[in-house]
């Protein structure tokens, strides 16, 4: 096969790898693929360039300049993108002009040494070959590369065919006075055929790479979405002053239950706390929230870890004991005001007493759930009245008592009166 008809297949294969990553750019935002577009856009100048000093003798001289100088920014920009897809390493203009200005010099060497490409091609194939090998080793650095990425394999095996090949022709050109003529015409014929191969071959691994870069990412969006639900529902489901589930969790669990729709029996207990308001008074809201939250601590001490807390709404909770029954509950509910005596609060000056009424229903099955809540809350409110009749029983016992006692201390002192008369 011809020389010329051979390089325009490789052009044009290359020319539509170039075509495919520069449409891939207006879709991922990425650094590498910067670097890859402009790479397989310079190696198409080169081979347009090759293309031209075969066919215009006269000026092979600045065509092949711009053969070799195309083929550098090739494999430079080959390497950048390698190094920015491995570890994030971006190109600076000091390392920008550290190799461009060496590469320009060596391809106006190469491309002035002789019109006759064969003479120099060993050595031109040995720099690709480095460059190559630079590509397949800037991979291997540690980073965010999988191992079981499937366009990093096939670009790692793409560029390590590309060093063998660019070696082997570097020992054949630098062979050529010992081998055979035409074997070595036949050879350049289909040299551009297995570098489009293998260049088509790298342009594939680098279009897998990033799409599975695309994927990774969306998989990273949606885990942090993920996350960002799971902190949401935790907010919408966990009140922050008691760690207690909020009512809106009370409504997820029994949906979550009418769903499995397994059988689930217990009681459920309503708790209020009694002395809040005054507390809030006295010592301000702060207080108050230390209350409420030493009260959800207290409640969680004495229930079992499978049993569920939820604040219904200021300073009203209930429990879901499940497979409990009222007497069990209150038993276990019978040291709770004794926790709560005497409790240090935040923004008050001395311990206080803080008092809580409760009342249990039984239920046996969830959708009764609800209704045993509502009968729950009802013995509730006839406890806290009870504490509060007995409250005010003391009162008017302890006034009584004491209009006794000043009754008897005004008798006394009268009486001491009248004595120091009849003495006097």
Known sequence: MDLKVTLTIQFFGILLVALLSFSLDSSLKSTALKYWKYAWLALCLALAGFYLALNYQSFAKPFFLIYYLGEYAFAYLLVAGC????????INLRGLFALAAPAALTAALVAAYNNEFIKIFNFHSFIMAAAFALAFFAL???GKISPNNTGWRVMKAALALLTLDFLYYTIVFSLRHTLY???????LSFSSIIDLVLQVMLGFGMVIVLLEKVREDVEETN??????HDRLEQLAHVDPLTAAFTRHAFYSFLQKQNRDEKAISGCVGVFDIDNLKPINDRFGHATGDAA?????????????TDDLIFRWGGDEFFVVMPGFDTAQAIERMGELNALLKDVKLFGAPEKISIGVSFGFANFSDINDLEKSVREADAKMYLAKQRGKDADKTEDVSFAASQRLRNFAGAALRKRGIYSSLNHE
């Open 140 to 142: 291997r650095m540690p």
């Open 292 to 304: 409420i939250s030493s009260a959800a601590r207290a409640i969680s001490s004495l229930v079992r």
């Open 223 to 228: 885990r942090k979405l993920k996350e960002a």
């Open 181 to 187: 003529s035409p074997l070595l015409e036949t050879h």
């Open 83 to 90: 190094r920015n897809y491995a570890c994030g390493k971006t």
